[in-house]
């Protein structure tokens, strides 16, 4: 087996009296020979003794290059500082004696095999190989070249070994994928018999198919001779019923004639009674008219505020042309009791509005108490319809009991309060007073134009005040 690749860092053999004789050569004899080809587990083995007792020689013993790899630790010493080590054991003959003294002392019985020229059987050939490179005994070469041959034996060994564990593998994985391509096998069988059998199975339901399609057909062929006699038979009655159609229409005809005649002969005998209804129902009309104006009447069912108040319906009616004469552009709070003092007034007032104006440093629970029970004492000294309107999207707990002639009204969620008392003005009757007690211009702008009497919240908290 050829031997390695040699170490950079040779160190030839010395030619003073540092160096042991070599069989063969004498003092003063010629150049020493080259150094041999050292395996590299050998050279390996030479870095590391030598790396091993590096600390333990005296400083000044120490070559000034290899004093800082000295300090270094004992498993970076070797890597680290290998050819530094290398390249002194081959300047410096002296340094390595002096290692080789340590190093044969530390080998012991090896140690001293090895200086004598001869080497155990059972030792280890790259240690005897580095020995005999440091101490370098008579014959010391040839324990190198026994070294490297037993490492490359070793080495080829190794590789054998590992062709050998491959092929093995290689065989049992062979004999694997054969027992599974034989268990593949028989699976491919049985599942080839079974698709021959649902083969079979198939072409069998395949007959039965088409034996079935075939009595189909026979079925459907019966059923389109059926279909023609009974398209015949169908086209005969159609054209009976046409006759009869035609007959029915004549007949029907001559019906809508002769109603035409009664029709106009009612019609003319219902215009003279509509004519006579018709003065009547105008005589009638002119007199309950006259009659409501001079004893404003009670209605008979319930108030245009209830309407409101119960169904919050949206009221479409157009202002009748009259409506407008009725209000009355003033902020005097005299005017609330001649108001009021009108037959069948009604008195709207705009509730949030009020209270924050008079008391509003109260809560907004007592704020409706105190308004509410006011209101009850001028609608049972006036006898008035009186409605008071708040915010709210759903009416609030806490409220006092209602006094007799006073509605309570909270707007709906998406309505504020004055969208809820411009449509308790549009829901009165033309004629009838409607009062609206409010500060906010917007609200009597928009009740003025519906024909009700705007009035300033201060006009109702004296009259309050006052009660």
Same mark, same amino acid.
């Given at each position: ?35 041999? +080809?050292?395996?590299?587990? $050998? ?101 190198? !070249? ?12 190794? $590789? ?7 092929? !093995? ?33 198939? #072409? ?9 399609? #075939?009595? +189909? ?26 006759? !009869?159609? #035609? ?139 009186? +409605?008071? $309107? ?25 309505? +504020? ?17 409607? $009062? ?32």
């Amino acid at each position: 087996m050829p031997l390695t690749e040699p170490y950079d860092d040779h160190l030839p053999e010395e030619g003073s009296s540092a160096a042991a004789p070599e069989a063969g050569a004498g003092p003063g004899a010629g150049a020493p020979e080259p150094e041999p +080809t050292l395996p590299e587990p $050998v050279r390996q083995r030479i870095v590391a003794l030598t790396a091993a007792v590096l600390p333990g020689l005296p400083a000044d013993e120490v070559p000034v290059p290899l004093r800082r790899v000295a300090k270094f630790a004992p498993n970076r010493r070797a890597r680290l500082g290998g050819s530094v080590i290398a390249a002194q054991l081959t300047a410096d003959p002296l340094f390595r004696q002096r290692v080789t003294a340590r190093v044969l002392v530390d080998a012991g019985d090896l140690g001293a095999a090895v200086v004598e020229g001869t080497a155990p059987g059972a030792a280890d050939p790259v240690e005897v190989a580095a020995l005999a490179y440091l101490a370098r005994p008579r014959g010391w070469r040839e324990l190198i !070249e026994a070294s490297g041959a037993a490492v490359r034996a070793e080495a080829d060994s190794a $590789v054998v070994a590992e062709l050998v564990r491959e092929a !093995e593998q290689r065989a049992g994985r062979a004999e694997h994928d054969r027992a599974v391509a034989r268990v593949e096998a028989e699976k491919l069988r049985d599942e080839l018999a079974r698709v021959r059998e649902e083969l079979g199975q198939l #072409r069998e339901e395949n007959r039965q198919l088409q034996r079935t399609l #075939r009595e +189909t057909q026979a079925r459907e062929r019966r059923a389109n001779e059926l279909l023609a006699t009974e398209r015949g038979r169908a086209a005969r009655a159609a054209a009976d019923s046409d006759a !009869e159609l #035609r007959r029915a229409r004549a007949r029907l005809a001559e019906a809508e004639a002769a109603a035409g005649v009664a029709r106009a002969s009612a019609k003319e005998a219902r215009s003279v009674d509509d004519a006579r209804l018709w003065l009547l129902l105008e005589t009638i009309g002119q007199a309950a008219v006259g009659l409501r104006r001079e004893l404003a009447l009670d209605p008979v069912e319930k108030l245009p505020a209830d309407f409101v108040a119960d169904a919050f319906a949206d009221s479409s009616a157009t202002t009748p042309a009259g409506t407008a004469a009725r209000a009355r552009d003033t902020d005097d709070p005299a005017r609330l009791d001649q108001l009021l003092a009108l037959p069948r007034a009604h008195l709207v007032v705009d509730g949030y509005n009020v209270t924050k104006r008079g008391f509003g440093e109260m809560s907004l629970e007592q704020q409706r108490k105190r308004l509410i029970t006011g209101l009850g004492g001028i609608a049972a000294q006036t006898g008035d319809e009186v +409605t008071v $309107v708040f915010d709210g999207a759903e009416r609030m707990h806490g409220l006092p009991p209602t006094p007799r002639g006073v509605r309570v009204l909270f707007s709906r969620k998406g309505e +504020t309060a004055d969208e809820l008392i411009r449509r308790l003005v549009r829901a009165e009757p033309a004629g009838r007073p409607v $009062v609206v007690v409010s500060s906010d211009r917007e609200v009597a702008d928009g009740v003025r134009r519906h024909g009700a009497y705007p009035l300033g919240a201060d006009s109702l908290l004296r009259r309050l005040a006052r009660s």
